[in-house]
């Protein structure tokens, strides 16, 4: 006799396969697809881990007091306006709950951060995709895309996949021309590629505006994606909700120590800011001397084309480069970049790997 099941509300969305064969030739695998950094935590970064895992009979501070107070010396912001969480990802999925219920609208550009969609499906939201212009986000696009329903844009600036990013006068436009009861989060995941003084300015944006959030993370420049640390910086009058919507011990006490260590170092963050920059400058040019065309990254990660309208030739690519050099690169779901593959810029060898290994399926 069949009985009746519960209803679930949530379904996924559609995956593209993954990779799932042994790589050939049994080569090392070097994964190049999820924009992390290749560098391992400092000696301090790695000592501060080790000494919170050795406390690790004791709960972390629930509201992240030292790191917050860290962010925000570090940052020149008050602590107050400052939510960490579980990564970055947490922490647009509390906002998005605070703000967006069944039915309600949000908006993002064409080839926005794919957690904006899978937020919206959760919430049973309505998704409404700007159209770009030159793989960039078109701001008078988003403005006249808002309508009565739209409770909240979601920005990634820079943005991933694509690489690109918005001058700060029209981020400044934007938040000053949409209107004052729709919620703009701006996430900065790749801030810290592209400078110090432009996070400063976009972070000016949250402090004059009632309706703006920053989102930044641990996970790229800082390099602690496997611990998952986030923070927002958000209109005081927010921080409550935030938090009620957050779960209580979300970021965990190894991590809120290592997010604080490697704030400690930015000598060291940078350095390795610069070695990834000069990395990425150096690649470009070589593709593009073997006639590969590669998008303006303002990122740690490029998207590359190898020009002609063929999506089954860059997944020819993807293929060989695993089949070759146990290369891992990503394959853009989105649609409308189906001949793009988007890499992490890696330790230089890796890097050179890449570059040899594009050139051989080139000869091929
Ligand atoms: C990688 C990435 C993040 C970071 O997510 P975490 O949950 O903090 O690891 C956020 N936004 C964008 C656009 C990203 O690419």
Same mark, same amino acid.
């Given at each position: 006799m069949?009985?009746?099941?519960?209803?679930g509300?949530?379904?996924?969305?559609?995956?593209r396969?993954?990779?799932?064969?042994?790589?050939?030739?049994?080569?090392p695998?070097?994964?190049?697809s999820f924009?992390?950094v290749?560098?391992?935590?400092?000696?301090?970064?790695a000592a501060?881990?080790?000494?919170? %895992?050795r406390?690790?009979?004791f709960?972390g501070?629930?509201?992240?007091q030292?790191?917050? !107070?860290?962010?925000g010396?570090r940052?020149?912001?008050?602590p107050?306006?400052?939510?960490?969480?579980?990564?970055?990802?947490?922490?647009?999925?509390v906002?998005?709950?605070?703000?967006?219920?069944?039915g309600?609208?949000?908006?993002?550009?064409e080839?926005?951060y794919?957690?904006f969609a899978?937020?919206?499906?959760r919430?049973d939201?309505?998704?409404t995709?700007?159209? !770009?212009?030159?793989?960039t986000t078109?701001? #008078?696009?988003?403005?006249?895309a808002?309508g009565?329903?739209?409770?909240?844009v979601f920005?990634?600036n820079?943005?991933n996949p694509t690489?690109t990013?918005l001058?700060e006068?029209?981020l400044?436009r934007?938040a000053?021309?949409m209107p004052?009861?729709?919620?703009?989060?701006?996430?900065l995941?790749?801030?810290?590629?592209t400078?110090f003084?432009?996070?400063a300015?976009i972070h000016g944006?949250?402090?004059?505006f009632?309706?703006?959030?920053v %989102?930044? %993370?641990?996970s790229k420049?800082y390099?602690?994606?496997?611990?998952?640390?986030?923070?927002?910086?958000?209109? !005081?009058?927010?921080?409550?909700?935030l938090?009620a919507?957050?779960?209580?011990?979300?970021?965990?006490?190894v991590a809120q120590?290592a997010?604080?260590?490697?704030?400690?170092?930015?000598?060291?963050?940078?350095?390795?800011?610069?070695?990834?920059?000069s990395?990425?400058?150096?690649?470009a040019?070589?593709?593009t001397?073997?006639?590969v065309?590669?998008?303006p990254?303002?990122t740690?990660?490029?998207?590359? %084309?190898?020009?002609d309208?063929?999506? #089954?030739?860059?997944?020819?690519?993807?293929?060989?480069?695993?089949?070759d050099a146990?290369i891992i690169?990503?394959?853009?779901? !989105?649609?409308?970049l189906?001949?793009?593959?988007?890499?992490?810029?890696s330790l230089?060898?890796?890097?050179?790997l890449?570059?040899?290994?594009?050139?051989?399926?080139?000869n091929?």
């Open positions: 069949s009985q009746k099941r519960p209803q509300y949530i379904s996924p969305l559609p995956v396969a993954r990779i799932s064969r042994a790589q050939p030739r049994g080569l695998l070097i994964n190049m924009n992390e290749p560098f391992g935590p400092s000696p301090e970064v501060a881990i080790d000494d919170a %895992t406390k690790a009979n709960y501070n629930p509201t992240c030292a790191l917050r !107070e860290e962010i010396a940052n020149g912001l008050n107050e306006t400052i939510v960490c969480g579980n990564g970055s990802e947490e922490l647009l999925d906002i998005a709950r605070n703000f967006v219920r069944a309600d609208e949000i908006v993002i550009s080839f926005g794919i957690q899978i937020i919206a499906n919430l939201a309505e998704l995709k700007v159209p !770009e212009k030159d793989y078109d701001v #008078d696009g988003l403005l006249a808002i009565p329903k739209t409770r909240l920005l990634a820079p943005n690489a990013m001058p006068r029209e400044v934007l000053d021309q004052s009861d729709v919620v703009l989060v701006i996430d995941a790749y801030g810290e590629f400078g003084d432009y996070c300015q944006l949250a402090n004059r009632e309706n703006v959030i %989102t930044r %993370t641990f420049a390099g602690l994606a496997g611990l998952r640390v986030g923070w927002c910086h958000a209109p !005081e009058w927010m921080i409550p909700a938090y919507a957050r779960g209580m011990g979300s970021v965990n006490a120590a997010a604080l260590a490697s704030l400690c170092e930015p000598e060291l963050v940078q350095a390795r800011i610069d070695q990834i920059l990395e990425r400058g150096r690649v040019a070589e593709l001397a073997l006639g065309s590669c998008l990254s303002q740690n990660f490029m998207l590359i %084309t190898l020009g309208n063929d999506p #089954d030739r860059a997944e020819a690519l993807v293929m060989h480069l695993f089949d146990g690169v990503n394959r853009t779901r !989105e649609k409308g189906e001949r793009y593959v988007r890499f992490s810029l230089p060898e890796h890097n050179s890449l570059v040899q290994s594009v050139e051989r399926f080139l091929q």
